[in-house]
């Protein structure tokens, strides 16, 4: 199981660490994640401290900045609050130098806005928001401020800024699919249908990932709304997948269409 991949993963960084001192900062994060996934705080904390030693780059800030968030969260969820005060303001600070560092990245601004929030500090991450929208260069704003409003919990402001995304850049489908991302999350199927549509029909220019991608998200919408044209429509969408490579996400899409077929439900009544 995945379990038994991360001990495996743990225990060949730990081979490779003993034979290549100090770790090298891509590493020292891989470390820290499996850490991480293996519950093993202390190491995960101590591997991204050493991938942003001196680090220029905002991705280890970043990630230390998430570890430490989640040591606090332990230490607040085991009633060690001065504990969990003080890492979280070292989270913060640490995230804090990566807007800095990263002449305001979106990337950075989203992380730390997202701490702010799962550490219940609403009025420091709406002055982050307002702070974001005059610093993230104007190109890149709109998509990065819908991800922070979505955080938030301002799906109506995240929803503005994702469509503004969009009209800025109306033939780059990685936009579009974060704008179907979202109305696939806050449960407007019949949005992100029409958009997924387009994909599909070959009306965006859309790459091989972003198109398998789009005719599974359209395949499961169709598989819950349990007509038999609509799951004879998510098969062959699903079965077009599956033609070019056998994706395990696109053979649970199969199974969930065919487990929802009528027919298929019919057979399955018991006997009277």
């Given at each position: 199981g995945s379990a038994q991949r991360f001990l495996e993963a743990d225990r060949t960084l730990r081979r490779i660490e003993e034979q290549q001192s100090?770790?090298?900062a891509d590493l020292s994060r891989l470390a820290s994640k499996v850490s991480l996934r293996l519950d093993d705080f202390d190491r995960a904390l101590d591997m991204a401290k050493q991938a942003a030693a001196d680090s220029p780059r905002q991705e280890?800030?970043?990630?230390?900045?998430q570890v430490l968030g989640?040591?606090?969260?332990?230490a607040w969820a085991e009633t060690r609050t001065a504990e969990?005060?003080?890492?979280?303001?070292?989270?913060?600070?640490?995230?804090?130098?990566?807007?800095?560092?990263?002449?305001?990245s979106?990337?950075?601004?989203?992380?730390?806005?997202?701490?702010?929030?799962?550490?219940?500090?609403?009025?420091?991450?709406?002055?982050?928001?307002?702070?974001?929208?005059?610093?993230?260069p104007v190109e890149q704003a709109p998509l990065a401020l819908a991800q922070c409003y979505e955080v938030m919990g301002d799906r109506e402001m995240a929803e503005k800024k994702y469509l503004a995304a969009v009209a800025a850049a109306p033939a780059d489908v990685t936009v579009l699919r974060r704008l179907v991302e979202f109305y696939l999350r806050t449960g407007k199927t019949r949005d992100a249908q029409t958009h997924l549509k387009r994909i599909v029909a070959?009306?965006?220019?859309?790459?091989?990932?972003h198109l398998?991608?789009?005719?599974?998200a359209l395949a499961l919408i169709l598989a819950g709304q349990g007509t038999y044209d609509s799951l004879r429509q998510g098969l062959e969408l699903?079965?077009?997948?599956?033609?070019?490579?056998?994706?395990?996400?696109?053979?649970?899409?199969?199974?969930?269409?065919?487990s929802a077929h009528p027919q298929r439900q019919e057979n399955n009544k018991p006997a009277k």
């Open positions: 100090p770790f090298s280890d800030h970043i990630w230390l900045g989640i040591v606090g969260q332990r969990a005060d003080r890492i979280w303001g070292e989270a913060e600070k640490e995230l804090r130098r990566a807007v800095e560092q990263s002449h305001n979106p990337d950075a601004w989203v992380a730390m806005i997202q701490f702010l929030v799962r550490t219940a500090q609403k009025e420091k991450a709406e002055e982050a928001v307002a702070e974001a929208e005059g610093k993230i070959g009306e965006m220019k859309a790459g091989g990932q398998v991608w789009a005719r599974r699903v079965e077009e997948n599956l033609r070019t490579a056998r994706a395990v996400q696109d053979l649970r899409a199969k199974a969930v269409l065919l």
